[in-house]
């Protein structure tokens, strides 16, 4: 296993073993743009692995509508012409389903 992948695996468990909405917000705060990044890996395994770890967040936050998503960052990414397409369509999609 890489040192990408061990990093992803180790953010998925952080914010999956988050017991309470304060501690959920704090990690995708934390985590989540980062981790967006890494759906520029070349490798298939990492970007599963994101993937994955989106589904498991999107299904956590449509029942909890009072946990907020970290917009600033996730627009300020998105402006940035240097990331690759794929980041920057999941980038929007996060930071529209907080407006």
Known sequence: MNCVSALVDRVFLRIVSTD??????????????????????????????????????????KSRPQVT???????????DASNPSMVTVRRLKYSCDTI
Do not use: G
Request: glycine share 0%; proline share 4%; net charge positive.
């Open 69 to 79: 998503l970290p917009v600033n960052e996730l627009i300020a990414q998105y402006a």
């Open 20 to 61: 309470s909405d304060e501690l959920f917000q704090a990690s995708l705060h934390k985590f989540l743009a980062p981790v967006l990044l890494k759906l520029a890996s070349q490798s298939e395994d990492v970007r599963k692995k994101v993937m994955e770890l989106l589904v498991h967040i999107n299904k956590r936050l």
